[in-house]
């Protein structure tokens, strides 16, 4: 059953990659036919990930949420779902050029991480468990359309022509996603050759730990001492709270992204921003300006639903207290803060267009900073993931 589930798995991630080419046909064509083509594509993939996932359940006999696999593979997932039903309203085939290569991405991410199916630890068996992340994903997915329309809305209008701030970021923003490419190429690139270092390290109860790298140690676990011959050892140590493993894995991304990110400069021979800018000419501003804010709109009062009030509900259950400043309740929060303080600007100081562009961007941003390096990099409650 878990070789099936990950069969339809990638039946999806490819589905999506061929829609993607749909869309950009749309586009570059100005014909409906190619982006009927291409949410019927993106539908059926949607169909075979939710076929991995009710698969992968029955498997485990529990909802595939519980680690950083299967959470992530859930929201994109459900980025994908989201990205439908706004198609289904506006229309707008850019919308899926972008949207779901950013989907490709995360799920991409997402295969880097272990997949064996595991029992759930006694304080992940409630169904809290089900309810809390699955609405919290489902919040998140819906705030990452207003990003990709906040995205395109800043390719179309940010002057490329000249350099500014609002390039520069920008460009960083390009960047960024390409870093999340070149962790893939790094965990894929290692993992072909069946990488493997072990470290005897001392963790923050000062009990001595295995970890074992499937990337060479540019950094080392606290007090680490190699015990596989022949592998890098680093002399750069990591504090206890700091998880040494993922941190190495982080810098082996952007090592990587990087790469990637010059080579493309070098054959673009413009900015990356830049080479996408007329795909997006021809989009409406007012279109892409109502998307960002809907998907506020509707993905606020989600998430508030499934990152805060479910996720206090189950820390009481789980841990015997609503709140305890864990790293992952810490970052729920300052969400939560970013995207009233969202609303309140569009609602109450009219910050329409670039300036809500901007915000969705950097929302999604806090977003990502969450999955990515609160998971990764900072021990907590929530370490299990």
Do not use: C
Not at 51 to 68: E, G, Q
Not at 220 to 226: C, M, N, Q
Not at 243 to 268: D, E, P, Q, S
């Amino acid at each position: 059953m878990a070789q099936i589930s990950s069969n339809f798995l990638f039946a999806a991630f490819i589905l999506y990659l061929i829609a993607t080419l749909f869309f950009g046909g749309a586009i570059r064509e100005k014909g409906k036919k190619w982006a009927n083509i291409g949410i019927a594509v993106t539908v059926i993939g949607f169909a075979a990930q939710l076929v991995y996932f009710i698969t992968r359940w029955i498997a485990a006999k529990h909802a595939p949420v519980s680690n950083l696999f299967e959470f992530t593979t859930f929201f994109g997932m459900m980025l994908v779902f989201s990205f439908i039903m706004i198609y289904f309203i506006y229309r707008a085939s850019v919308l899926g050029l972008f949207a779901l290569p950013i989907a490709i991405l995360v799920i991409a991410y997402a295969s880097m991480f272990p997949r064996e199916i595991t029992p759930l630890i006694p304080s992940l068996k409630s169904y809290w468990l089900y309810i809390h992340v699955t609405t919290a994903a489902t919040g998140e997915s819906i705030l990452a359309i207003s990003f990709v329309a906040g995205l395109i809305y800043l390719i179309k209008n940010v002057d490329q022509t000249v350099r500014s701030k609002r390039t520069f970021w920008l460009e960083f923003i390009m960047f960024s996603l390409i870093v999340t490419l070149g962790f893939v190429a790094a965990t894929t690139s290692f993992s072909a050759t069946k990488y493997e270092a072990k470290f005897e390290w001392v963790n923050k109860e000062g009990q001595k730990a295995e970890m074992v790298y499937n990337l060479p140690a540019l950094v080392a676990p606290h007090e680490g001492k190699l015990l596989t011959e022949g592998k890098l050892d680093s002399a750069l140590q990591m504090p206890a709270i700091i998880n040494a493993k993922k941190m190495n894995t982080v810098i082996w991304a952007l090592l990587f992204g990087t790469g990637i990110y010059a080579v493309l400069r070098l054959v673009l021979r413009k900015r990356v921003a830049a080479s996408l800018q007329p795909l997006v000419q021809k989009v409406n501003d007012d279109l892409l300006d109502e998307v960002g804010y809907r998907s506020v709109a509707i993905g606020f009062p989600v998430f508030t639903l499934g990152a805060l009030i479910f996720a206090m509900i189950w820390a009481q259950v789980a841990w015997t207290r609503f709140w305890g400043w864990d790293p992952k309740e810490v970052w729920a929060l300052i969400t939560w803060l970013f995207y009233a303080a969202f609303l309140h600007l569009r609602l109450s100081k009219g910050w329409h267009g670039e300036k809500s562009a901007w915000l969705a961007v950097v929302g999604f941003a806090i977003i990502m900073f969450n999955l990515v390096a609160v998971n990764l990099v900072i021990a907590g409650l929530h370490s299990y993931a």
